[in-house]
């Protein structure tokens, strides 16, 4: 696995070309990405010796702006903290003559001061925020204008860093453009919309000289038109209008509708043209209502509720850190979302850049976006500089409809207060601020809902919506802990309160979860996919609750437990070799059938089980129908798929929320079986709406097994080899599972039983179950690496081959291995195993687990393996009453690598077997 995959520099042409804000586009401008001078400052010399002027010196470098320098994309990649020097020469003038010029700055870390042709413009302090600097007076039109940044980036206490952990942001990291702008211009407008087709339209307009001016809004293509007269000041002008869409197309994830055009401020005849700024607005509302006499609130989307279904973004790309590479790149994002079928997105620790918020707003997809966070304390200079960020990003963002939710602080991060006994604490002075940022956020922007504080210590203090962090790892302890969070949410509860502070009926959901730290030293890379599926099912099977957020949506550097792996490559979840067809999405469906029950749990041959089903909707799309719920029971009997069991119910789908629906009753299989129970909810016409699974293992508890399968077998263990020789060589699963890694052999001295008659016997073959087996630095080192210290949590990097936990999940790489299968020294085939793979299809390595918190070799499965006898052996075994077996492994299989070799027992892997050795 490649652990921190870079790309080379952009060269060629500048990156980022696109207009960087889609929502508030003008189209005389002109886009600075590209090369720049650049130079450090590591005296801090360049103020007191002038760097900005003209005769200052070459700056000795050039980097690839609007990459971090810290990143692989700026050309520079070195992490220096510190002060550094940009500047870059531009002959560029506005269409206009009499135009002001304004030079424009997506997002700079931390502290900047600039200077145009040896004039001092400005300064700026903050590392998220958009800027913009008005140069008309330093600018020279027709001529070369010499542009110099100085960017100071200390990593003070007080400075918003978000999770910078991962990848430092330093200096410019967003896009740098001029743009020009009439004399009188639209500095701002805000979008509020209603469901009956009301827009409220609230800006600033700035005014060189006072006069009358016309407004215009023209949107959808001329449908939606809208005109005022403006009597203008010299200075800032608010305004404020109202229109009616007739016949609202509504924002929703399924159906994005954006009213696009734009708003425009003079007259478009003038010698000096007006102000044109390309924009849109979607129609939708967000809030929350009790429904059908229940106590509990639901978050609803247009009067609806909605069930959000989401994912963390740390929005981490190896090679641009935290700057994405093209936009291209950027609507894949939204797209990678959407095709898992979520509906939400929690932009971590940090706000998102416009041009991503703008797909989401394209395509569909509802966001929560946090403010960054400081890492220091509380005090006076970390909150004006925290406070004068978030400003300037919720009046950035604030037109997109795809943003639901403001977060304004994660996990107490910055508010703990270190006392002079050397605790640290949460104080109540520090709790009162929080509340005033929530009411202060909240008048800000009514139209959304506003966390005070995302928790894991159990710390709101006032906020729209209840919810909490958990990463817990075991099928009853997830289930424990989300009932018990459930029965201690209702009005007036201090549970997931500060001391002193109490719930509202602010609905429930869950805003982190997974299984990367509910596991000793953290889950390293390894299926997720087994835990996940229970996770979702758990979450669904409450009315009460409204969503979940499940870390991550790709891996990062400390965390390997996303959707995807780091370079966006797929996951492999393995659900559609339980359930035919089924995907994450069946998982995120709004219509969701729970199956109330273990994944897995042992059964005896024969036993009737009943299996209890709920029905949770938050789609009204089905209402009122007649669907059908279809079942099978099936296993894999060895030579094939073997049903147990199937039926059908019509079900009458309708009403929001969580209901009860019959009971299955089943009868397990007669034989050893990992058996299967497939649920599928389809409407009448067929189509599919969900699908879900859980399964059994179905143990005889007699020596050999007990098997579907012709003639008679005799059962070895994969550990009771006579000899063997590997490169790295262990048991694990309780000594169920072999490993053999690198290029080496294991051998069985195979006994027949002396009492079978083998005159009638026509055929001797092996079955067992093999996958290749790659061997990870823990594996090599046989040790316990852990290193969960603060720096790992917030971005150590830190090689998750040598994490205790680990067993990489399945993904595009394989790793393949040839074995050569020998009997009594005659090489009788060689067999190709595709990969070393562990995702859900490991259903017994998983539950068969003896430690939650401690993964052993968690989810890994082979392959079953037929190895026929030839006929011209099987004479002088049956002869001699046994036979030596050697699988050994000494070379990779075409295009992958010396896998070597890993053998499932019983109570490990996919096939509930041993070695079996068949005659009939």
Known sequence: MTFMETAEPVQSQAARPEYPRPDWQRHDWLNLNGSWEFMFDGKDEGLTEEWYLAGGPAFDRQIQVPFSWVSPLSGIGEDVKGTAWYAKRVNWSPSHKEHRVFLRFGAV??????WVNQFEIGEHEGGYGSFEFDITEAWKQGEDNRIVLRVQDDDEAYQTRGKQGYGELRGIWQTVWLEARPQQYIASARFVTKIDGTVEVEGMIEARRSGEAELRCRFDNGAVEHRMTLELAEGGNAFRTLFQVEAAKLWTPETPYLYEGTLELGDPSAESGCDRVATYFGIREIGSAKFGGRGHRWITLNGKPVFLSGTLDQSFIPDGYFTFPSEDYIRDEIWRLKRLGLNFVRIHIKPEEPVKLYWADKLGMLVMEDMPCFWGEPDERARTAYERE???????????????????????WGLFTTTEAGERRYLPETQEWVRSVYRWAKSEDPTRLVEDNSPCNYDHVESDLNTWHFYINGYQAVRDHIQEVVDKTYPGSPFNYTEGNVQSDA????????AVWGIEGSAGDSDLAWHYRYMINEFRRHDAMCGFIFTEFHDVINEFNGYYRMDRQEKDFGY??????????????????????????????????EVPLLASSYSDHYHGQAVQLKWELYYDSLEGRASAGAGELAVGWGGYGVRQLAALRLTMPQVDAAAVLAVTLQSAEGTIITRNFITFDVQSGQTGGVYALEGEWLSVRPAAYSASQWEYEWQALAGHKLNGGGAGFVQYEIALPAHANYMTVSEIEVLFEAGAKTVLGKDKEMTTVKPNDISYMHGAKADPGMNINSYFMTDERSHSSLIDVQVDGESVCTLHLPDDPADSRGVLTWHYQSDDRKLDEAGSYGYLQRVRIPSRLAASILAKGGFTLRLSAESAAPGGEAGGLALYGRNAGRYPIDLLVCWK
């Open 507 to 514: 609905p429930l959901m869950n805003s982190e979860c997974g």
């Open 576 to 609: 559609g070799s339980f359930c035919p067809g089924m995907s994450l999405r069946d998982l995120h469906s709004p219509d969701f059938i729970v199956i109330d029950a273990p994944p897995c749990r042992t059964v005896g041959p024969g036993q009737a089980v």
């Open 109 to 114: 870390d931390y502290r900047c001061r600039l």
């Open 390 to 412: 978030a400003r300037e990003i919720i009046e950035r963002d604030f037109n997109h409809p795809s943003i639901i939710s403001w977060v304004v602080f994660n996990e107490t």
